[in-house]
């Protein structure tokens, strides 16, 4: 059998290389004779950078500000005139302090280094969303790149507090044709699937925090012209930013599933195999797990799907299961996590090999 292994990081702890060799040490165990094909890959959050590393773009040093202000040298990626932030490598939730008041983060370090990035001439400059730990509705990164945020009596902001709180109109800059966005959601700007309410409590906000965000993202929103836009809620709203700025929205899943040549490496395969961390509502929401599942879908291909917890099934995955027994605790340990990993592709692969077809389809 052949199998092709494309499966997304588990959150803090396995990147997505990490769980695609131990998958693929599981499949082995069950059958020596397996062939196997494998990437690392990632939906525009934790791991893009090294996503297009094994695809050809090249590490350039840059330095900016963090989610807090402070100092902070980073990677970004470049093929050719094509460059690509991983934007949670600036402003992610694992910057994150102790100290830090989450309602008070912002994306200025993002907008500072795509400032530098687009002034050497790139010809596409992509921001791949997912993983902050901030929700200023992308201000930080409109100041950055020109946009006046002016208060109600027309004086620019004091960045005293969240720029959403503080700002009551926006003058936009000329549009920025260059620049794109990779979004892993396809969450809108406000609302109840908006960037504060499904991203807010993961990043620590309180619930009349989230409130308060919630209509100051609706009001800017309206007058940007991005409250229904999907994708525009993704990263606190830093989406819906940069497409106010002329930004295109595109899957990021898509766009670096694309880059590897996902759809000639599903068709050969017998078995695709994908997951992460948490497979929840926002996997169906643009997530990785998702865009696999769908495009082994459409070539007739069945998928299976690993995850570290399953709260909500993908109906098309021929197979969705957790890592973990019911009687086992749950575990950031990376080593724990790949011996599960290992061990339950090893039990699928011996089902498998086991089964008659009509008894397969059952089992999956």
Not at 112 to 122: D, N, Y
Not at 123 to 137: E, K, N, R
Not at 177 to 189: G, M
Not at 303 to 323: D, H, K, M, N, P
Request: net charge negative.
């Amino acid at each position: 059998m052949h199998h092709f292994i494309c499966i997304d990081s588990f959150k803090g702890c396995l990147s997505s290389s990490d769980a695609a060799r131990a998958i693929r040490a599981g499949i082995l165990s069950a059958d020596p004779d397996a062939t196997i094909d494998w990437s690392p890959v990632a939906d525009g959050g934790e791991g893009t950078i090294e996503a297009l590393s094994a695809n050809g773009f090249q590490h350039v040093a840059a330095a900016t500000v963090d989610l807090a202000g402070r100092p902070i040298e980073v990677v970004y990626v470049q093929k050719e005139r094509v460059a690509v932030i991983e934007v949670a490598a600036v402003c992610g939730l694992h910057l994150k302090r102790p100290e830090d008041e989450a309602l008070l983060l912002d994306t200025r370090g993002v907008g500072r280094l795509a400032k530098q990035i687009l002034a050497t001439g790139v010809s596409d400059l992509y921001l791949a969303l997912g993983g902050t730990g901030t929700t200023d509705g992308g201000l930080g990164l409109l100041a950055e790149l020109g946009a006046h945020l002016l208060t109600k009596t027309g004086n620019p902001i004091a960045w005293q507090t969240n720029p959403l709180l503080e700002t009551d109109r926006i003058i936009l800059p000329s549009p920025i044709v260059s620049l794109h966005v990779l979004a892993d959601v396809t969450a809108v700007y406000a609302g109840t699937t908006g960037a504060a309410h499904v991203f807010g409590p993961q990043k620590g906000l309180t619930a009349q925090q989230i409130t308060l965000l919630d209509a100051r993202l609706s009001h800017l929103g309206q007058q940007l012209g991005v409250e229904h836009v999907a994708g525009a809620g993704a990263a606190g709203g830093l989406g819906g930013a940069a497409y106010a700025l002329g930004a295109s929205i595109e899957s990021g899943a898509a766009y670096i599933l694309q880059q590897m040549g996902i759809k000639e490496r599903i068709r050969p395969a017998d078995y695709v195999w994908t997951g992460e961390g948490r497979i929840d509502r926002q996997t169906a929401m643009g997530k990785l797990p998702a865009t696999v599942v769908a495009l082994a879908d459409r070539a007739h291909v069945p998928s299976i799907l690993l995850a570290g917890e399953v709260t909500e099934r993908l109906e098309q995955a021929w197979f969705c299961e957790s890592i973990h027994d019911p009687d086992e605790v749950k575990t950031l340990d990376p080593v724990i996590t790949q011996k599960r990993l290992a061990r339950r592709a090893e039990q699928v692969v011996q089902r498998i090999m086991t089964k008659s077809s009509g008894e397969l389809d059952k089992f999956l």
